[in-house]
């Protein structure tokens, strides 16, 4: 990893995630916070473990930083892996046999795209890869023509189309190419939090990029993260997290390409096959880093309008929404947990639709 990439990744990172040190209660000086840093998922994921014997924590880091690269590599969608080899079955109408992991994984993204009515929609890896989002590097050049983006979105991938027995996969579309950067962060962070309890560990957070799960107790105040300004160095808001749970972030000011003075994110809407231009950030707070990753990117996709609607429908129940024009929107159960750090940007307060019951499967 270059140093210009390092100096991205935790430019991009410290102002979703920064202040996670603020509220802790300090250790004796005999015990001082265990910490671990990998590059996974491209992005630096940080671990941290408190009031735990150092011989224990690093037992404990290691197999997860294990765990981890193993799902890096498994779930990466343009490296060669298990994700690629299921992807070139389901491209030639054959079935694939994966690991329990990326089964559990794969049965959580057709849920979670169920709930979300399409618009969080794993299956659309073919559209994402001639966007030219398939690689470490940004996109250069023109964007894809319609021609070629209503060829691939009339083909209508969908998780849908996956039947899961077991560990065996096997798709009726084989247009569908999946790509898991859309919520592999947030299944990856809980498998790990798990794994961390297996092993005894009460008390840890963990941090990708930004988006943070919190483990146990971390002192007499808690863990506060400052959500990142889209549009200026800086925190727009701070939030508090309590024991057992996560906040995740989607935004457009990270990965993107502009040509002829327009800019093209790497979110997409499985509608159009087209980025989302309207919304630049959304921040979820949650129990579950799955859900509230998946939940991110298929807010963004829904917009200022829908969003309420599609934030019910996927259980989810704190979410912050920034705009392009700068508009800031608010879940009432977010609102009462967000602390403003100065912005004096619009604020709107949305109420969320009552909740109706779906035939979809919760993650």
Known sequence: MTRAVARRLAMGGLLVLAVLVTGALRLPRDQPPWRETLYVFGTLVEIEIRG?????????TAEVGRMLQQMHDDWHAWRPGMLGDLNTAIAEGRTFDVD??????????RALSCASGGLFEPAIGGLIALWGFHA??????????????????DRAPRMS??????????????????DLGGFAKGAAL??????????????AVLNAGGDVNVMGA??????????????AWGAVAAVSLQPGEVLFTSGNYERYFDHDGQR?????????????????????????????????????????DDWPRVARDMGVVSVMMIADDGEIM????????????GDTRPVRVVALPDPRPLDCAAP
């Open 330 to 341: 608010l879940s009432p159960a977010m609102a009462a947990r967000l602390d403003r750090l």
């Open 218 to 231: 971390h002192g007499a105040r808690p863990w506060r993260v400052a959500i990142r300004d889209p549009f």
């Open 264 to 304: 093209f994110a790497h979110i997409l809407d499985p509608r159009s096959g087209a980025p989302v231009s309207d919304i630049v950030s959304v921040s979820v707070l949650d129990t579950n880093g799955a859900r509230a990753d998946a939940a991110a990117t298929a807010l963004s996709v829904a917009g200022r």
């Open 136 to 153: 470490d590097t940004p996109p250069h050049g023109a964007p894809p023509t319609p021609a070629d983006i209503a060829a691939l979105r």
């Open 100 to 109: 329990p992991a990326l089964a559990e994984v794969l049965r959580q993204g």
């Open 161 to 178: 189309d996956l039947d899961i027995d077991g560990t065996r996969i096997t798709s009726c579309n084989p247009a569908v190419q999946l």
């Open 190 to 203: 809980d498998m790990a939090a798990a794994a961390l309890a297996a092993q005894g560990i009460q008390n």
């Open 52 to 60: 735990e014997d150092p011989a224990v924590a690093q037992a404990a």
